[in-house]
């Protein structure tokens, strides 16, 4: 079957996430600090690269990408480790892995809990949080996600005088907006995550074509937010970074 514009294959969607976390340029090259993403879905591989490795080895990079077989998710593909050896090669040094999986957010979702989420379109919700900011927000990042900034749209669950879980915005584009997922310890396991990821796809159902929730490997927990709103897995994104 053919696909049509209205429904991408998982490593189109996998790209277009790409280019939602982070910012590339003209050319599609990454910002850094990542020097290569690789993107692994069921149908094929794909690859972004810094801006700042050349563009001889960035070619290079791209072409063994672009032959590469899909692997099992959670398992590294094969490409992998060729790749690695190249960027080691051009500057030798302590280069980190790091992976996840990534999944695509279809609203409408709806995940209940006893509880209220507080939602942006709504002014008297902010007045509600905003004096309790949780310890991991920067007071300037607070009151710019309150008031409509960086961040917004934003779901969240309050109980008493803290906030008990946080969807927002972390970053957005044309193509797409990525969820970004916060409980407190004291809070979890009670269904807030999910509730929270479900109100905020339903803000951005109207106007964003593409949603996304991804995790890191080891972040289990994230991950049963995706299983129990039923989020469609597109793949994993495979991450090499040298430290400075």
Not at 52 to 68: F, H, K, M, W
Not at 126 to 151: Q, S
Not at 228 to 233: K, S, V
Request: aromatic fraction near 6%; include cysteine.
């Amino acid at each position: 079957m053919s696909r049509t514009a209205s429904s991408p294959g998982d490593l189109e969607l996998l790209d277009t996430e790409t280019r939602v976390l982070w910012d590339v340029d003209a050319r599609g090259r990454l910002p850094g600090p990542e020097a290569l993403v690789i993107a692994v879905a069921p149908d094929g591989v794909g690859a972004t690269v810094a801006a700042t490795v050349p563009d001889d080895l960035a070619a290079r990079l791209l072409d063994l990408t672009a032959y590469a077989t899909p692997s099992h998710p959670g398992r590294p593909p094969a490409v992998l480790e060729p790749c690695r050896a190249l960027l080691e090669q051009a500057a030798p040094g302590d280069w980190t892995l790091s992976a996840g999986p990534s999944y695509l957010v279809r609203p409408p979702l709806r995940f209940d809990v006893s509880v209220a989420v507080l939602r942006s379109d709504r002014p008297a919700d902010a007045g509600r949080v905003r004096a309790i900011r949780p310890g991991n927000w920067e007071p300037d990042e607070w009151e710019e996600l309150l008031d409509g900034g960086h961040g917004a749209p934003w779901t969240m669950i309050a109980d008493g005088d803290r906030v008990a879980s946080i969807c927002h915005t972390p970053r957005r584009t044309r193509a797409g907006a990525e969820a970004g997922t916060w409980t407190d310890p004291a809070f979890r396991g009670r269904g807030y995550a999910a509730a929270t990821t479900a109100a905020w796809a339903d803000l951005l159902s109207a106007d964003c074509p593409h949603l996304f929730y991804s995790t890191s490997a080891d972040n289990l927990s994230s991950q049963r937010v995706a299983g129990r709103l039923g989020l469609r897995a597109i793949g994993w994104l495979w991450k090499l970074t040298r430290k400075s």
